[in-house]
Nanobody, 119 residues
Framework: QVQLVESGGRLVQPGGSLRLSCAAS????????MGWFRQAPGKEREFVAA????????YYADSVKGRFSISRDNAKNSVYLQMNSLKPEDTAVYYC????????????WGQGTQVTVSS
């Protein structure tokens, strides 16, 4: 059974940094593209960043370009999201998701980790 477990979310001041981690199990990790999504209260879930299975291609939402960085370590079955220059509008539950090669959608999701940016 595929499991994705996020960690690293917490309360941080505006301008601060956080690194989220997502540990995957029950799958062949390098057969999956991985993504980060977020959902703020009262809003729909939105795309944040994605990385292909090899790390060769990376994509970001315009709202986080230049501030967030996605990476992966296939030897550790993990994907990361480094978040810098955090803003209050980055406050959300952050989800890790996996998309098997050849699939059109992200079929595997973690439970989420809360990030709160506030002074």
């Amino acid at each position: 059974q595929v499991q994705l477990v996020e960690s690293g979310g917490r309360l941080v001041q505006p301008g601060g940094s956080l690194r989220l981690s997502c540990a995957a199990s029950g799958l062949t990790f390098n057969n999956y593209d991985m993504g980060w999504f977020r959902q703020a209260p009262g809003k729909e879930r939105e795309f944040v960043a994605a990385i292909t299975w090899s790390g060769g291609s990376i994509y970001y939402a315009d709202s986080v370009k230049g501030r967030f960085s996605i990476s992966r370590d296939n030897a550790k079955n993990s994907v990361y999201l480094q978040m810098n220059s955090l803003k209050p509008e980055d406050t959300a539950v952050y989800y890790c998701a996996g998309r098997r090669l050849g699939s059109q959608s992200y079929d595997n999701w973690g439970q989420g980790t809360q990030v709160t940016v506030s002074s």
